[in-house]
């Protein structure tokens, strides 16, 4: 993917070149702007006919993502699409290929070659029971290229180790190498009842989890209490 980011670190948009013919996947209502560039909503589900629509409602059921994804495609050499994600923070661009492979937390997919896919994986019951990323199901990438995905705040990269495996809270983790171990569970007491968590993923192995710096559940509790609340008469 031929692709430039603009403006600043907090609010950025990201703008891709296509060649006539090239396309890329963008997520549902991100596009900004577009030149020589063609738009085509199709099932997110890899699948013609009845069984891709039921394969998309399945999607859309376990992983809570859109049943329809953005298909666009350069009319000309000197097509572009300008994307951006429906939060403030930063981009990054996650390359796929062989056995180097990630997992995907729900909301985080913004844009990625047409040559790459991402599929869902089913979870084991311990894990489907407290899971925030995808409930029953997370979201795995698969193929070769390129995939952009977004961060709410900053984006940072964590090292796991066998030595120093890491317990990350659920909601600052946006993807990670599908190659590590991970068990969701509880932080303290029933449901962080005294410390204040929720839920956490403890990951182990050898790999790199990708967290962002702020939560939007915690930012939309904090803005709660300011916003206008209707009343009725």
Known sequence: MNYSIFGDSDCPIV???LKRGETIKVERGSMVYISNVELEGKMNSGKKGIGGVLGAIGRSMTSGESMFITM??????????????PIPGKIHCLSVEGNKQY?????????????????????????????????LFVMETQGEGDILVSAFGDLLALNITDEHP?????????????????????????????????????FHGNGTVLIQTRN????????RPFLPSSTSN
Not at 72 to 85: E, Q, S, W
């Open 15 to 17: 703008q891709a070149s």
């Open 72 to 85: 666009a495609t350069g009319k000309a050499d000197d097509g572009f699409i300008g994307v951006a994600p």
């Open 103 to 135: 997992r995907l937390n729900t909301g985080v997919f913004l844009a990625c070659d047409q040559s790459v896919e991402y599929l869902m994986k089913k979870q084991d019951l311990g894990k489907a029971v407290f899971a925030g990323t995808g409930g």
């Open 166 to 202: 890491i317990t990350i809270d659920n909601e600052h983790v946006v993807a990670w190498d599908a190659n590590l171990q991970y068990d969701i569970h509880v932080a303290s007491g029933t449901f962080g009842f005294k410390t204040g968590e929720g839920l956490v993923n403890e």
């Open 216 to 223: 939007l559940h915690n930012f939309a509790d904090s803005i």
